[in-house]
Structure formats: structure tokens, C-alpha cells
């Protein structure tokens, strides 16, 4: 994937996150980066093509499909985290985590990848997360849909190989950007070296960036026991 001549498109480039990829882009010389938001008049991002794009609303996505035809990489990283659990967390908040997650990344990565093929090929980054492996109640609606996510990356790979798409999962813990402001800096990563970490990846044709150790670590704990992961269950002899 040479990144210098794409078209890039990055849902949720108005702030946090998405911004930093799409600066990134912009600064290897991306041919076109379209900042996607649900109002498009919040995109601040010198040299980006603000588009509207609401990836729960199917309507929406058909739109941006038909606005941007000359997309030839797609970064799914719009999200949401309503801190619901499962047991007694609001169902509508749960399922908005995976309207959002799930339902919109896929529908997004549908849209495109006609899009995609016809111009000969290209790559899908999903940007996922360490909560796609690792799920706790405080995160209950947003840890399914993450690892929804995560299987949907790797079922969409396949069926976009071949067409020449590569698909590239993004697994990071938390980063230094709004959705993350209550969690103590010294846990959190700098979200413009993520950015690079990503394209590097995508540059590379990676399967997965693993983007900073508590990932790195999360992964290695998931071939042993689960008490690893959660340590507050009652020991089971």
C-alpha cells in the first residue's frame, strides 16, 4: 500500500483519534484524505475534505459511498463508549455500542469495498482495541462490540483478498484523546505515535499492529489461564 498516492477516507477524523490518522495521512503525502463526521462542519484539519458520514445510519453511508469514488483506503476508527455492562447496563446503550462497532464498521467496509475494487484494490484499517481480547463490566457493551469487530476483521480479510484489499487490525489500549480523559496519563499512549504505528502497518501489509505493550500483553494472556485476565474471580481448585 503506497500511502503517498491513496485517497484515504478515516470516519470520526473530527477530533481525537481519527484527526491524528488523517494528519498523519496528509503528512505522507496522502493524494486526498476525506475527514469523515457526522456534521462535517467540525472538521478543523488543514488540507482534509470534510464529508458527512453517520455510520449508524445505512442512508448516510450510501451517500459517502457514492461522494467518494475514488477511495482507496478506509480506516474505520469512529466509535463510542457508553461505559454500559451487561447485566444491568441500558440495553439501548449496548446496542448502540454495537450499532456503532459492529454494524457500522461493517456497513462502512461494504459501501467501500466495491468502491475499493474498482479502483484496483487498496486497504481497510480497524481500528480495534486490548478490549477486544480482554472484557470487563465496565466496559460491557463496548468490549462485545469490540470483539465483534475484531471477528469481523478477520472474516473480511479473507473475503477481500481477492480483490486485492488488504485488512489491518489496530489493537491499543488507552490513548491520550477525549474519549480516554479519565484514566491517569501515565496509562496512556501518545495517540499521534499510534497514528504512525498504524500506517506503518498498513504500509507493510500487517495483518494486526499490536500498538503498545498493555495489547502486547493482553494477547500473551489469552493462550493461558483465564484468572490471568481476571484476577478478581474466586480461585477454583
Not at 111 to 129: E, I, K, Y
Not at 137 to 162: C, F, H, I, N
Not at 189 to 199: E, I, Q, R, T, Y
Amino acid at each position: 500500500m503506497d500511502i503517498q498516492n491513496s485517497v484515504a477516507l478515516v470516519t470520526g477524523a473530527n477530533r481525537g483519534f481519527g484527526r491524528h490518522l488523517a494528519a498523519e495521512l496528509l503528512s505522507r503525502g496522502a493524494a486526498k484524505v476525506y475527514a469523515a463526521a457526522r456534521n462535517p462542519s467540525t472538521v478543523d484539519l488543514p488540507g482534509a475534505v470534510p464529508l458527512r458520514l453517520d455510520i449508524t445510519d445505512p442512508d448516510s453511508v450510501a451517500r459517502a459511498a457514492q461522494a467518494a469514488p475514488d477511495v482507496t483506503l478506509l480506516i474505520n476508527n469512529a466509535g463510542i463508549s457508553t461505559h454500559a455492562g451487561l447485566v444491568n447496563g441500558d440495553m439501548a446503550d449496548i446496542r448502540l455500542e454495537m450499532e456503532t462497532h459492529f454494524f457500522g464498521s461493517l456497513n462502512v467496509t461494504r459501501a467501500f469495498a466495491p468502491v475499493l475494487t474498482a479502483n484496483g484494490g487498496g486497504a481497510v484499517l480497524n481500528v480495534l482495541s486490548v478490549l477486544s481480547w480482554a472484557h470487563y463490566p465496565a466496559y460491557g457493551g463496548y468490549s462485545s462490540a469490540k470483539a465483534a469487530e475484531w471477528a469481523m476483521t478477520d472474516v473480511v480479510r479473507q473475503e477481500l483478498a481477492p480483490a486485492g484489499i488488504d485488512v489491518t487490525a489496530l489493537h491499543v489500549g488507552y490513548m491520550d484523546t477525549d474519549m480516554a480523559h479519565y484514566v491517569e496519563s501515565s496509562d496512556k499512549v501518545d495517540p499521534a505515535k499510534v497514528a504512525v504505528a498504524a500506517l506503518d502497518g498498513i504500509e507493510a501489509r500487517a495483518l494486526e499492529v499490536i500498538a503498545d505493550d498493555k495489547s502486547l500483553r493482553t494477547k500473551a494472556a489469552l493462550s493461558g489461564d483465564p484468572g490471568q485476565l481476571y484476577p478478581g474471580l474466586p480461585v477454583r481448585r
